[in-house]
């Protein structure tokens, strides 16, 4: 189905603060900002808060910081419905006054017993009608008395509802197993199903692009759109999100808040081309996009019916390209704060950036995320060492054997005159033949000696950048070490 373009792109990422933001709604996020971006609309942040008694604390700083962390900038907002009550409060009202929607004073106990009488007739769960008739005096009695009551949408029970879907198509559904939704609590909150429709008139909203968990609410949006005599806006529902199990995306498949990526050491770019070809593609081969190639080429065409699964070793190779294509300034910058969180307390702070951007030349290519460099690069800052004096002896290599390479190399290096790897490498590699001792051992014990690691960037280049003094005292512990 061609996506209409005919009129002025106005759409919505309309986010409830009842938890923080997963990947799946940031990527109806995503999506939203680039149909807006390609066709030159409009992307308005609506906060739908009318859920008091599930609003999480800090969930709306939570949104967003991830919308800013990815650029994704919003046109108008944040809107919040619970400052447009009234809005809702007076479309409920004109509903009921034109025979459309009807009160309800079942008690949770009436409507348990209901579902589960139905469940044991196998029957759907669905509210049977029971005050769908009530006499207007008795519903103004009960009323008066100050019993609870929530409002219902009055739905056909007969005939069918279709539901145009860019992305799906048709979609037909049968009026007769809809359900009497609930559109105005006892606490005189909207649902959902109310508040939604009644904002996006309200705000002129063209495309509704949201999960396709949606969709079997939709005929009732549709419903309530001409209940009000209104147009619909068009429908664009989102394939889900799945584990690599193919089970819905949830925390056992890692971290799943888009916070939590950010902390571990993802950056946003990258984050952003991975959500995008979730759902969508370019084409069969093309993985790496800048955010101005996906606006250019950003269509709903190419959104998929199927679910999309989160491939995360594809996010790390992705995250991985990135950070190599960042220049050493700009990997500094992004590390350092990742650098400074991890290390010990007894690291001094803040860190020298011209010193990590000198690391950063030797663990950039590396580096799968920020996160890992705090490990990655611990020893480059600490100022004592520790570990065990069997890591200094290599295959063959005997304590009294090693400590004399060892204080073979603090000799020559203590008479470099120029701390470079290239003199650095001429001074110790003639050792190999001197001392008859492989470049694997000689290499292998420097490398323990001066950075507490069996695994580490080159050795020469680690060297130039720990210093002649750190690199001195270094040597001269590990030949401590090997006489205790």
């Not at 034109?98 to 044991?120: D, I, N, P, T, W």
């Not at 190419?302 to 992705?318: E, I, S």
């Not at 007894?346 to 920020?370: C, F, H, M, N, W």
Request: proline share 5%.
């Amino acid at each position: 189905m061609a996506t209409d373009i005919s009129i002025d792109v106005r759409v919505r990422f309309a986010p409830s603060p009842t938890g923080f933001p997963h990947v799946g709604n940031i990527r109806t996020a995503l999506f939203n900002w680039l149909f807006a971006r390609h066709h030159g609309g409009v992307f308005i942040l609506r906060i739908e808060d009318t859920d008091t008694a599930r609003r999480v604390e800090g969930a709306v700083e939570s949104i967003t910081d991830g919308l800013r962390w990815l650029g994704l900038d919003w046109d108008e907002g944040p809107i919040f419905q619970s400052d447009r009550l009234h809005l809702y409060q007076d479309g409920i009202q004109t509903l009921i006054r034109e025979g459309k929607a009807y009160y309800c004073f079942c008690s949770a106990e009436r409507l348990q017993a209901v579902r589960e009488e139905q469940m044991h007739n196998h029957l759907p769960p669905r509210y049977d009608g029971h005050c769908r008739n009530l006499e207007e005096t008795e519903v103004q009695r009960r009323l008066a008395a100050g019993e609870p009551a929530v409002v219902r949408f009055m739905m056909p029970q007969t005939g069918d509802t279709t539901v145009a879907d860019l992305i799906r198509g048709d979609v037909t559904f049968n009026n007769a197993v809809l359900n009497d939704y609930v559109l105005m609590k006892s606490d005189g909150y909207p649902t959902y199903h109310l508040a939604n429709v009644i904002d996006d008139h309200d705000m002129r909203i063209s495309h509704v692009l949201r999960a396709d968990e949606w969709i079997s609410s939709t005929p009732l949006h549709v419903m309530l759109y001409s209940a009000f005599g209104w147009s619909p806006p068009v429908f664009a529902h989102l394939p889900m999100i799945l584990g690599p199990d193919k089970a819905k995306l949830s925390k056992r498949h890692g971290a799943t808040t888009i916070g939590e990526y950010r902390d571990q050491g993802y950056l946003p770019e990258a984050m952003f081309n991975f959500l995008a070809l979730l759902g969508w593609s370019l084409d069969d081969k093309t993985d790496l996009l800048t955010r101005d190639q996906l606006v250019q080429n950003f269509s709903l065409e190419r959104v998929g019916k199927t679910a999309a699964v989160f491939n995360k070793p594809k996010l790390d190779w992705m995250n991985g390209v990135y950070i190599r294509g960042l220049s050493p300034e700009e990997f500094a910058a992004r590390a350092l704060p990742y650098i400074e969180r991890d290390l010990p307390a007894s690291v001094s702070r803040p860190l020298d950036i011209e010193y990590v951007a000198r690391i950063g030349t030797l663990v950039q290519e590396r580096a799968k995320s920020l996160a890992e460099l705090g490990e990655l690069c611990g020893f480059f800052f600490q100022e004592e060492l520790s570990y065990p004096a069997d890591m200094l002896l290599p295959k063959g290599l005997e304590a009294a054997r090693a400590k004399e390479i060892l204080a073979a190399v603090l000799v020559l290096c203590s008479s470099s005159q120029e701390w470079t790897v290239e003199n650095l490498e001429t001074l110790v590699r003639p050792l190999c033949d001197s001392m008859e001792v492989s470049t694997k051992q000689l290499f292998g014990l420097l490398r323990v000696a001066t950075t507490g690691r069996s695994a580490a960037p080159p050795l020469f280049e680690t060297m130039e950048v720990l210093g002649r003094d750190r690199t001195l005292s270094r040597l001269a512990h590990a030949i401590r070490l090997l006489d205790a």
